[in-house]
């Protein structure tokens, strides 16, 4: 599992399943974002001071994680 916390500024985080997309906004440092390794996901919209803490309950492997979308990204959120 991977653990992302903004704790300064704020980023989005676009995330895909097989199944279906989501969009994420961390903007405050009490938020927290739990993803699996199956989750493709990218990190965009960054404010010029934002810290981005991941964490993992594991060491990197590279075959672990989804390095390719499942479906061609779409980086702004529906309501926009």
Aim: proline content about 9%; hydrophobic content about 35%.
């Amino acid at each position: 599992m991977m653990l992302m916390n903004c704790v300064r500024g704020s980023v989005r985080v676009y995330v895909q399943t097989p199944s279906h997309d989501q969009y994420f906004t961390l903007d405050d440092s009490t938020k927290y974002l739990l993803l699996s390794p199956s989750d493709w996901r990218m990190m965009y919209d960054f404010t010029p001071d934002a810290i981005l803490v991941v964490t993992s309950d594991y060491p990197y492997v590279e075959e672990d994680y989804i390095e390719a979308p499942y479906r061609e990204p779409v980086l702004v959120q529906p309501n926009a």
